[in-house]
């Protein structure tokens, strides 16, 4: 009876540790950049909303290229979201307050992806956001998505800011279609 156990024991082990290597294989980022321009007439302490072009997921392709397919996918979360201020070469972070990053594609509800409060006055001009937990597998599944990022200023800026988004998204799909 003990070695029967003990043998139970290591199938598990071996079954749970393989099944963890092999659901590797399953899961890969997919990235995406886009740009924002935040004119220089924005005022102080009020939310304003930049919408970018819509981004093409290339999905189906990314999926293939990663030996899976859309009906596959489990989950898609959003790892990373980090902000570069690209011009005027002569500014950083510091005139804003705060900043959320919104999500929206046909059919979908906006949800929010990434956000920032109170940010620091000495950021310089790279600034990483939180992501959230959301599932965003709907919304990436799609054609085309946008992002919406949304704004509070705490200083007046007298040039148009040009803003580069670099979002990771994280992509698990099922194991050998199980």
């Not at 963890?20 to 399953?26: E, Q, W």
């Not at 919104?102 to 992501?131: M, R, Y």
């Not at 148009?160 to 998204?169: G, L, M, T, W």
């Amino acid at each position: 009876m003990g070695i029967l156990k003990t043998f139970s024991v290591f199938v598990l082990i071996f079954v749970f540790f393989g099944c963890k290597k092999i659901d590797k294989f399953t899961q890969f980022n997919l990235e995406y950049t886009e740009t924002f321009t935040i004119p220089s007439s924005v005022g102080m302490n009020l939310p304003f909303n930049f919408i970018s072009p819509d981004i093409e997921t290339n999905s189906t392709t990314e999926f293939e290229i990663n030996d899976t397919r859309k009906d596959l996918i489990e989950e898609i979360k959003l790892t990373k979201l980090e902000l570069t201020l690209k011009s005027p070469s002569s500014s950083d972070f510091s005139f804003l307050k705060s900043a959320e990053i919104f999500i929206s594609a046909d059919g979908l509800s906006d949800a929010k992806v990434a956000f920032i409060e109170d940010v620091p006055n000495n950021v310089g001009k790279n600034l990483s956001l939180q992501t959230t937990e959301a599932d965003l597998q709907e919304y990436i599944k799609k054609d085309k998505f946008e992002l919406q990022l949304k704004v509070v200023t705490d200083k007046i800026i007298a040039a148009d800011h040009e803003i580069e988004s670099y979002a990771v998204f994280y992509v698990d799909a099922k194991i050998l279609g199980q």
